[in-house]
């Protein structure tokens, strides 16, 4: 069992930057892919990156890539995603997510925290 706490959301205009946060509890969390995805009003929850639990492999999805880092700390029971340049249409609910396999459908996914809320301004 795990369980996941999202930090770091809020108001951001456009081009600035802003660094989210995963607090995982719960045995074996070096064990699981980490994942972040984003649901925005009206749509379906997607992908936008994931990494191993080897911090060895990172994959983002392609609306994202090259803008945000995902990162994750064994230790520290953590993962967090750093965004930059973001843009409107990065405004969505970010969830952080556990996998025993990693992917980039939801329904890989184990174990999902609450959401926090990312707004970017134009």
């Known amino acids: 069992q795990v369980q996941l706490v999202e930090s770091g959301g809020g108001l951001v205009q456009a081009g600035g930057s802003l660094r989210l946060s995963c607090a995982a509890s719960?045995?074996?969390?070096?064990?699981?892919?980490m994942g972040w995805f984003r649901q925005a009003p009206g749509k379906e929850r997607e992908f936008v990156a994931t990494?191993?639990?080897?911090?060895?492999?990172?994959y983002y999805a392609d609306s994202v890539k090259g803008r945000f880092t995902i990162s994750r700390d064994n230790a520290k029971n953590t993962v967090c995603l750093q965004m930059n340049s973001l843009k409107p249409e990065d405004t969505a609910v970010y969830y952080c997510a556990a996998a025993l396999v990693g992917g980039t459908r939801t329904y890989q996914y184990k174990y999902w925290g609450q959401g926090t809320q990312v707004t970017v301004s134009s």
């Open positions: 990494i191993t639990w080897s911090d060895s492999e990172t």
């Open positions: 719960g045995r074996s969390f070096s064990s699981y892919y």
